[in-house]
């Protein structure tokens, strides 16, 4: 298991931006694939992006596609999602995950960061 800090949530308008962090303890951080999923209030988790152990591969929710952009940093054990663009849709607690496969699946993560809170005013 891996153990993940979130950061970077807050407040911002509409068309702003901002740029979450997941920090990862552990040696094993590059064997993990990652990804960020949110949850709104009343809502289902949703999926947001993901990466491949390497970073070379990147997938996206539909709701996010052209918008928000994944990355990590294996020396540093940190995952990233900047947000551009964004809409009052966009407003839930955001969770950093870790999971031993690609997917898009929440229930297929094994590790969960606390979530940051976003919220997008309008």
């Known amino acids: 298991q891996v153990q993940l800090v979130e950061s970077g949530g807050g407040l911002v308008q509409a068309g702003g931006s901002l740029r979450l962090s997941c920090a990862a303890s552990?040696?094993?951080?590059?064997?993990?694939?990652m990804g960020w999923l949110r949850q709104a209030p009343g809502k289902e988790r949703e999926f947001v992006a993901g990466t491949t152990r390497s970073g070379g591969g990147t997938y996206y929710g539909d709701s996010v596609k052209g918008r928000f952009t994944i990355s990590r940093d294996n020396a540093k054990n940190t995952v990233y999602l900047q947000m551009n663009s964004l809409k009052p849709e966009d407003t839930a607690v955001y969770y950093c995950?870790?999971?031993?496969?690609?997917?898009?699946?929440?229930?297929?993560?094994?590790?969960w960061g606390q979530g940051t809170q976003v919220t997008v005013s309008s």
């Open positions: 552990g040696r094993t951080f590059s064997s993990y694939y």
């Open positions: 995950a870790a999971s031993i496969i690609a997917t898009m699946k929440s229930r297929e993560y094994s590790s």
